[in-house]
């Protein structure tokens, strides 16, 4: 993978900031561009903008093509059975909501239990929540280990023939760790229990196959791989969505409308009314052009080996600790310098032009097990480089000088 080719594409990273150039360590955040994707988008608004489904001019036929050609490369991206079973959201945190508030408000009752994990991300822990008080369905937590990773027989011990839905994160965006999913999803049936994956750090950054994961619903965003903001999808088994209310309704998703009853259009409209993230999807599947060209497995063995080397090298610096496991991580590192906040840590950084990500990550209940208030967390792309982790070690070993730590 030649990543300095690859980093040729990525307009935002030739600047410099502070008077340094520009080390992006945040992508776990969110992505940066590259230029095919914006240039798709910008073609979209510049020669085929119109709404879709609607139209029977030039233009709304090009729109529609575009919009349902991205459907139909979401599903294959993650090699789902047809485009029928991919809904278009906003991101992760509305296909959750979507999955929480449609299929598990009318599946939940008294005594019946959800189980998910602490390392969760507050979209996936909080839309089960509000079901959990909603229908008196008991909120149950997969045990994690000190590394903050799950056992399966701890797995098999909190699932019971009462569960209903387990919800898990494949990836944590703290911790880095890889949860096994494809063998969760395997409990998680045995007992009857639907399957629930919050794929945000997982999708952008390993192959994903639903299918052979056999998970019920999978969601994801586009911003966190290499598409813009505010479009993501949930794909669902066929069965499942097509039992599924909308949550969502207005134009596009009717089939017919009368005074006092209405009827639903066939999958995958139903859940999208209104005018849809058009030209998100465009992007969307462009950047999905643009990971598959490089590959995967190419983009996966390269962050691996940046997340080994900036665990090592942070490894050398006095009075950091790191949480998470020490091997199987994806490209992210989560850590601490003592005696100086990670918003502290952060600032200075930025002073040197490092982006990194400081605070609770959005995952409060994980910082409360690990004993911390926030983290700072670098977190590694196709287009970063070992050059950027020692930028980052350089900056550390300041940040420490600047505040004094560790100076005799």
Known sequence: MNVQAIREQFPILHQTINGHPLVYLDSAATSQKPRSVIDAVARYYEHDNANVHRGVHTLGSRATDAYEGAREKTAKFLNAASPQEIIFTRGTTTALNLVASSYARANCGEGDEIVITQ??????????????????????YIPLQKDGSIRLEDVEATITDRTKIVSVMYVSNVLGVVNPIKEITAIAHKHGAKMVVDGAQSTPHMKVDVRDLDCDFYAF???????????GALYGKKALLEAMEPIEFGGEMIDDVGLYESTWKELPWKFEGGTPIIAGAVGLGAAIDFLNEIGLDEIEKHEHQLAAYAYDRLGTIEGISIFGPVHDRVGLVTFMLDDVHPHD????????????????????????????????????????????????????????????????
């Open 119 to 140: 390392m969760e991300h507050h979209s996936n822990l909080i839309p089960w929540q509000q079901v959990a008080k909603a229908t008196g369905a008991a909120l149950k």
């Open 345 to 408: 840590v952060a600032t200075v950084l930025d002073t040197k032009g490092i982006a990194v990500r400081a605070g609770h990550h959005c995952c409060q209940p994980l910082m409360r097990f690990l004993n911390v208030s926030s983290t700072a967390r670098a977190s590694f792309y196709l287009y970063n480089t070992e050059e950027d982790v020692d930028r980052l070690i350089d900056g550390l070993q300041q940040t420490k000088e600047f505040f004094g730590y560790g100076i005799g």
């Open 221 to 231: 965003s586009g911003h966190k791989m290499c598409a813009p903001t505010g479009i």
